[in-house]
């Protein structure tokens, strides 16, 4: 399959199931409107099968009911990490301007930030089909490429950066699609079965360390930065403190990993860390040691 057609079949996937999710019962003729209306396309046959592939791919339980129309059974439990995971990657910016064809205007990544998103669309195929996939990945931190075969379960962008959250044996780990240097999907093969929750990133800044407890964080940035900020929040838990001509002082309720104190020391001057006192103490020491360097 192409890839303008694999990309127009997910945006089909994400459109049929975020009607499901929003409304208790959807007609064929509404799935019918708003495909057409975001497509300029709709054919019955397309649709059934594409109904099919939800149900068998995905892993959801769509039922129909007669003059009310297609529902998701609230009755079973509805796995929708893998359908979520397709949404996210269909919505992002990778793949929007992967398909417009004005040349000339758009100039989104460096060469470096494109590295390993030719993956993508196998990385889709395995985890719909539930496949296994091999790859050769070199490790940045040891400085060493290994081979071997993962179970996929969903992708994860982060700062223009995308992420595979796989199994492999036992461990569940993150890999950068940047330093997969071979990939290929397993077609006869069947990934391991494991449940991943929806909201498995929900209390982090980033993809790291996706297990750490949420602690209070509370920043304070100059006014200037703090405009900054309240236009592009950090996290979902951002909450305003104070706000004034001189500063900004948020609370997250985040783990604390190392994007977010990336993300601080990026900030620099513009920023100083009021709570919890071991992060004040961690960002201080390593700020001293910074500036040693320069000595």
Do not use: C
């Not at 205007?105 to 460096?110: E, G, L």
């Not at 500063?247 to 783990?255: N, Q, Y």
């Amino acid at each position: 399959m192409k890839e303008d057609q694999v990309y127009n079949q997910l945006r089909r996937f994400v459109i049929i199931y975020d009607l499901l999710n929003k409304n208790d019962y959807t007609l064929r003729d509404e799935f019918k409107d708003v495909l057409k209306d975001r497509l300029k396309h709709f054919a019955d046959r397309t649709f059934e099968r594409d109904i099919f592939k939800l149900k068998e791919q995905f892993g959801l339980v769509i039922h129909y009911k007669n003059r009310y129309g297609y529902y998701l059974d609230d009755a079973y439990f509805q796995d929708t990490s893998r359908i979520e995971s397709l949404m996210h990657l269909v919505d992002s910016t990778v793949f929007k301007l992967k398909n417009l064809k004005t040349n000339g205007i758009i100039f989104p990544f460096t060469a470096d930030n494109g590295q390993g998103n030719e993956y993508l669309y196998d990385l889709v195929h395995a985890i719909t089909k539930k496949h296994k996939i091999k790859i050769r990945y070199k490790d940045y931190w040891k400085q060493e490429e290994k081979e071997f075969e993962v179970s996929p379960y969903l992708i994860k962008e982060y700062n223009l950066r995308w992420y595979v959250l796989a199994k492999r044996e036992k461990e569940l780990k993150l890999y950068g699609l940047d330093r997969i240097l071979y990939l290929k999907v397993l077609d006869n093969s069947k990934g391991i079965k494991t449940k991943i929750p929806t909201d498995i990133f929900k209390n982090i800044i980033g993809v790291s360390e996706a297990h750490l407890k949420p602690e209070k964080v509370v920043l304070e940035f100059t006014s200037r930065q703090g405009r900054y900020i309240k236009s592009s929040p950090w996290h979902s838990s951002q909450k305003i403190i104070s706000d004034n001509d001189e500063s900004l002082t948020i609370s997250l309720k985040v783990g604390i990993n190392w994007e977010l104190k990336e993300e601080i020391k990026k900030n620099g001057m513009q920023v100083k860390v009021l709570e919890p006192q071991h992060l004040v103490e961690e960002i201080k020491e390593e700020l001293i040691a910074n500036l040693a360097q320069y000595n």
